[in-house]
């Protein structure tokens, strides 16, 4: 299967790190000109230079702008008017039990997991539709079906993107612009290394801290194990070219079997 992203142009946000910039390297080996997002200035420029080593001739752009903040995402929109892929990846999570979580906190998770991608789903889809081609993608989570007590309100606030994908989708019908949802399910990033090590509380080593939180924390997950950032990527790189053209308004599962569906 050949994905060929040659004379696209794709954003990711949220990609100095982790999920993010697994993805927007797959984008950038599979041809598209992509841009690298982050709030720090160093870290962008960081970024773009490790896509570039891993895509060679690829070309990638760097901005550093909040785009969980109004102001951050139109700077960034005013500096890139148009893309041809839009790839709403910026999240945060963190445990924290559901009776301590507070209204400030309610409010910065969805700002930055939520309205985030509204923005900037609302300045790209658009041109999008007048151009007749686009990609609109929301990396989302195992978390936005199958709440996990520990951090409830990081799965609510998935769930949601889940509910504005798919509306954003009814917008787009017909146009040839597609929008979908990413559930990726656990997958092994450096915050996930933290998250596992405080969720068992053990000085072991990785490969068998790993399979301990599958084994007690995420028993249904088929896989058995955390799933790669450039598994996920893949899916992304795909649903982004030509070849998914009639996949529009779903949920489309990367989780390892984790969620109790045979639907995806």
């Known amino acids: 299967m050949n994905i060929d992203l040659n004379g696209r142009t794709a954003l990711v946000t949220g990609s100095t790190q982790g999920i993010g910039h697994a993805i927007v390297t797959r984008l950038a080996e599979a041809g598209a000109r992509v841009v690298v997002n982050g709030r720090g200035e160093e870290r962008v420029k960081d970024a773009v230079e490790r896509v570039r080593a891993a895509a060679p001739?690829?070309?990638?752009?760097?901005?550093?702008?909040?785009?969980?903040?109004?102001?951050?995402?139109?700077?960034?929109?005013a500096e890139l008017p148009q893309v041809d892929v839009l790839v709403n990846n910026?999240?945060?999570?963190?445990?924290?039990?559901?009776?301590?979580?507070?209204?400030?906190?309610?409010?910065?998770?969805?700002?930055?997991?939520?309205?985030?991608?509204?923005?900037?789903?609302?300045?790209?889809?658009?041109?999008?539709?007048?151009?007749?081609?686009?990609?609109?993608?929301?990396?989302?989570?195992?978390?936005?079906?199958?709440?996990?007590?520990?951090?409830?309100?990081?799965?609510?606030?998935?769930t949601a993107q889940?509910?504005?994908?798919?509306?954003?989708?009814?917008?787009?019908?017909?146009?040839?612009?597609?929008?979908?949802?990413?559930?990726?399910?656990?997958?092994?990033?450096?915050?996930?290394?933290?998250?596992?090590?405080?969720?068992?509380?053990?000085?072991?080593?990785?490969?068998?801290?790993?399979?301990?939180?599958?084994r007690e924390h995420r028993p249904q997950s088929l896989l058995q194990r955390l799933i790669e950032p450039s598994e996920i990527a893949n899916m992304v790189a795909y649903l982004s070219s030509d070849l998914a053209s009639a996949t529009t308004g779903g949920a489309v599962r990367v989780d390892g079997g984790y969620v109790d569906s045979i639907l995806p």
């Open 90 to 158: 910026l999240g945060i999570f963190e445990a924290r039990p559901v009776l301590e979580i507070d209204d400030a906190e309610w409010r910065r998770y969805f700002e930055v997991n939520v309205l985030a991608g509204v923005r900037l789903t609302r300045s790209y889809l658009p041109g999008m539709i007048e151009r007749g081609w686009g990609r609109v993608l929301s990396i989302s989570s195992d978390s936005s079906v199958v709440t996990p007590v520990e951090m409830v309100h990081y799965g609510v606030t998935k």
């Open 57 to 77: 001739g690829a070309e990638v752009l760097g901005i550093a702008a909040d785009v969980a903040s109004e102001d951050g995402a139109a700077a960034l929109v």
């Open 162 to 214: 889940l509910a504005v994908s798919r509306g954003f989708a009814k917008a787009a019908a017909g146009t040839g612009v597609t929008v979908n949802s990413v559930l990726a399910g656990p997958t092994h990033t450096g915050g996930v290394e933290d998250f596992v090590a405080g969720m068992v509380g053990e000085d072991l080593p990785w490969d068998e801290l790993q399979r301990r939180f599958m």
